[in-house]
């Protein structure tokens, strides 16, 4: 006898991520075959299988379109002003140190005007997960030049190719003391959901960039086809070299673009080094902040 798996005809199914979701905020705001969504999918499923207590997850995000990310997720999220998500999370980080703090946002936000707090936090190693979603351009204020747009390809202010050059994001990351640096495409899921997963279990500044397509912007200006001529374009280019030179993973126009797991260390995070440096300067007179975190406590 066989047994149908289908869904009774008129049957509802929910979706897998939905328990993490804020489903009433459905349809979301981002463009077809954009790949935010994809990397939020990642993240939820990363989460559930890390076991991590939804209860102390917090995720915040800054402004653009990656910075919508926080008010998706069916968690503790913040929506901070553009190029302050890091500064944010480390001072949530410090009050509550027992929790999980994750920032998810993009391009533009993290490492354009937010790029001295992206280096200041990597260089203290600041116990947060940063997932940076770089889809080359600022894709929500028009298509404008960002930190992260290849040489010779075309943006709404550099209409004749852009000539700045671009950063080098996990390079960035791992020149100024990031202790985890990975990348991956909107391609590779299940690589991508398993890196979260490994960085949600380590301790310190812990950086992922997942290129991302925008087909509405980035691909349009430069002529590019699709959301699917980019899977496309990732899969027939993509190179996945764990532990290669982060200096020679930078990203150019339409040319390969290198992934893997780059640093993957233990070293001492910002709070153990100030418990540490105040326990020996004060002795019995410092008190440090109880494990299961901040002063305040319920009545």
């Not at 930078?250 to 233990?266: A, H, L, R």
Request: with cysteine.
């Amino acid at each position: 006898m066989t047994v149908s798996t289908n869904p009774t005809v008129g049957q509802e199914m929910e979706h897998p991520s939905a328990p993490l979701l804020r489903m009433e905020r459905i349809p979301h705001v981002w463009c077809p075959s954009c790949g935010i969504g994809t990397v939020v999918k990642c993240y939820a499923t990363a989460l559930e299988r890390s076991g991590v207590d939804l209860d102390k997850v917090s995720v915040v995000s800054g402004i653009g379109c990656s910075g919508r990310v926080a008010g998706y997720l069916k968690l503790d999220g913040f929506h901070t002003t553009h190029g302050r998500a890091i500064p944010f999370a480390t001072g949530l980080k410090l009050g509550r140190p027992e929790l999980l703090v994750t920032v998810i946002s993009g391009d533009g936000d993290l490492v354009g005007i937010g790029g001295n707090h992206f280096i200041h936090a990597a260089r203290r190693n600041l116990d947060l997960l940063v997932i940076l979603i770089n889809n080359f351009i600022y894709g929500m204020t028009g298509g404008q030049n960002a930190p992260t747009t290849p040489l010779g390809a075309k943006s709404s202010t550099m209409p004749f190719g852009n000539f700045e050059t671009p950063f080098n994001l996990p390079h960035l990351a791992a020149s100024s003391g990031a202790s985890y640096v990975a990348r991956w495409t909107c391609l590779h899921i299940r690589r991508l959901t398993w890196s979260i997963e490994e960085a949600i279990g380590k301790r310190g500044f812990r950086f992922i960039e997942a290129v991302a397509p925008c087909p509405t912007l980035y691909a349009r200006l430069n002529k590019l086809g699709s959301g699917l001529d980019a899977m496309r374009f990732y899969h027939d280019t993509a190179e996945i070299r764990n532990g290669a030179d982060t200096r020679e993973v930078d990203v150019s126009f339409q040319s390969p673009i290198i992934c893997g797991k780059f640093v993957d260390e233990e070293r001492p995070t910002f709070l153990d080094l100030m418990h540490d440096h105040y326990s020996n300067r004060l002795g019995d007179g410092y008190v440090p902040m109880p494990p299961e975190g901040g002063m305040l406590h319920e009545r």
